[in-house]
């Protein structure tokens, strides 16, 4: 074979390489997660595995953490993009959501809300979804008054409820709003606690234990997940009764908790994922919402603090921690 004939074979095989080498290796999709707090299990895997995805095998998953600092969300969310991924899932708060959105109108995003999506602006319809986004809420807002109603028969004296908000928080204002009108309902004073980090927890609860007759309602948002083993030995070394959002804090320390059964919304939130990568229309996905709701009562954090639990608030709790 003739020198030029080689190279120019040679050339050709070269050239052709990279063609056959992707039709047997399609680009894997990926998925980019990014969140409020710390590095996490990735709750919606259950989900995606169900409508067939399996992370590093069928799917890869780039996960940006802003670990609490807020400022980081917006350039985390260009990173994703930047990235090109294929779905973007924003979940531990309001901040996160807003700023996938900020970051990209084309890319479809499946978020997590504890508000009103229509109400902060996410989504025009919660039936059929106009936007590039959709996903949960679990109405945390919502279940305020509630909140409050079962609280108060843990600690009927109780005469000044303190709301602990983060006043970085996109939605502090309508939380503070959201706890006061509750609390006005069942004749119960308010005191606003605001902390940046939980670097403020100890500083805030403490003052507030000089008052007399105080109870503690923790809103929902990402640092007071993620420093959930702070706030809960805080609150109860000031000897403050206190209820929260979610279950892990009440099977952890806390006394109480009342919220949404969170098991089913993310996995749900997974198979969104899934049907997103497989071609479904984000329009085709309407804002799901929880059906199911837990009271968890701590009953050894309640002797320590020297709190009766009745018998009949027992028989409806659907957990009591011993």
Known sequence: MRRREFVSLLACVLACRPIVAHAQHPRMPVVGVIGSGSPAVYAERQGLEETGFTESRTVAI????????????????????ARGVNVVVATGGLQAVHAAMTATNT????????????RQGLVSNLNRPSSN????????????????????QIVPKTKIVGVLINLTAEQ??????DAEEAARSLGLETHVLGVRSDLDFDRVLGDFSKLTDVALLVSADPIFIAGRGKLIATANRYRIPAIYGRREFATEGGLASYGANL????????TYVGRVLKGEKIANLPVAQPTKFEFVINSKTAKALGITISPSLLAIADDVVE
């Open 107 to 118: 890319i479809p995003i499946v978020f997590s809300t504890d508000g009103d999506p229509v």
């Open 172 to 177: 502090a204002a309508q939380q503070t709003r």
């Open 62 to 81: 780039e996960y940006r953490w802003a670990e609490g600092q807020l400022d980081r969300l917006p350039s985390l969310a260009n990173e994703l993009v």
């Open 133 to 152: 986004a959709t996903g949960i809420t679990v109405f945390s807002a919502s279940l305020t008054a509630k909140r409050l109603e079962v609280f108060r």
């Open 263 to 270: 098991e089913e919304p993310y996995r749900l939130m997974g």
